[in-house]
């Protein structure tokens, strides 16, 4: 699936490669998916314009809950890149709603949004959250790995500690 390639090249680090493949895939075929994922290169690209134009088209396009979580998981994604954590914040807010891998995905930008604005604790409690929401999906996503990580390193609170802990064993870090 053309969203599926395009996904894969952008968390390789591909994000140039990824963005011309989607513009070629765009040029044939145009769903929610493929400009979510399209929009997703384009930020990790560093072109805003790009990102945000693909993710009005695909707001346009949205028919139901399912598309409406993928642009929600899409416009959090394009906000980590260029920084804006308030929007990840907000968006993060209306998880409850959503299918459990996407709102696991908004749940980990919450938990990233937060990391960044030095909240490592509020961080922790976002992380573990995403993973009671889809376990086997966050600990095998490569950024929830790398966040539990770093936040194991500057986490203060008692209860976030414990809970980067148990996270550790279940995603089988030592």
């Given at each position: 699936?053309?969203?599926?390639?395009?996904?894969?090249?952008?968390?390789?680090?591909?994000?140039?490669?990824?963005?011309?493949?989607?513009?070629?895939?765009?040029?044939?075929?145009?769903?929610?998916?493929?400009?979510?994922?399209?929009?997703l290169a384009h930020a990790?690209?560093?072109?805003?314009?790009?990102?945000?134009?693909?993710?009005?088209?695909?707001?346009?396009?949205?028919?139901?809950?399912?598309?409406?979580?993928?642009?929600?998981?899409?416009?959090?994604?394009?906000?980590?890149?260029?920084?804006?954590?308030?929007?990840?914040?907000?968006?993060?807010?209306?998880?409850?709603?959503?299918?459990?891998?996407?709102?696991?995905?908004?749940?980990?930008?919450?938990?990233?949004?937060?990391?960044?604005?030095?909240?490592?604790?509020?961080?922790?409690?976002?992380?573990?959250?995403?993973?009671?929401?889809?376990?086997?999906?966050?600990?095998?996503?490569?950024?929830?790995?790398?966040?539990?990580?770093?936040?194991?390193?500057?986490?203060?609170?008692?209860?976030?500690?414990?809970?980067?802990?148990?996270?550790?064993?279940?995603?089988?870090?030592?």
């Amino acid at each position: 699936m053309a969203s599926e390639e395009i996904r894969l090249l952008t968390s390789m680090g591909l994000p140039e490669t990824a963005a011309d493949r989607a513009t070629q895939h765009l040029a044939t075929a145009l769903s929610v998916e493929l400009l979510c994922a399209a929009a997703l290169a384009h930020a990790t690209a560093g072109r805003r314009h790009q990102a945000e134009a693909l993710l009005g088209q695909a707001g346009d396009r949205v028919g139901g809950e399912v598309e409406a979580a993928e642009v929600a998981v899409a416009t959090a994604g394009s906000a980590m890149q260029f920084g804006v954590l308030d929007e990840v914040l907000d968006l993060e807010a209306a998880t409850a709603l959503m299918p459990p891998a996407r709102r696991a995905d908004l749940l980990l930008f919450g938990a990233e949004a937060r990391a960044r604005g030095a909240d490592p604790d509020r961080a922790a409690e976002s992380l573990a959250a995403a993973e009671d929401v889809a376990p086997l999906y966050i600990r095998l996503d490569p950024l929830a790995r790398e966040l539990l990580h770093a936040l194991r390193s500057c986490a203060r609170d008692t209860n976030g500690t414990g809970l980067l802990v148990r996270m550790a064993d279940s995603f089988g870090m030592k």
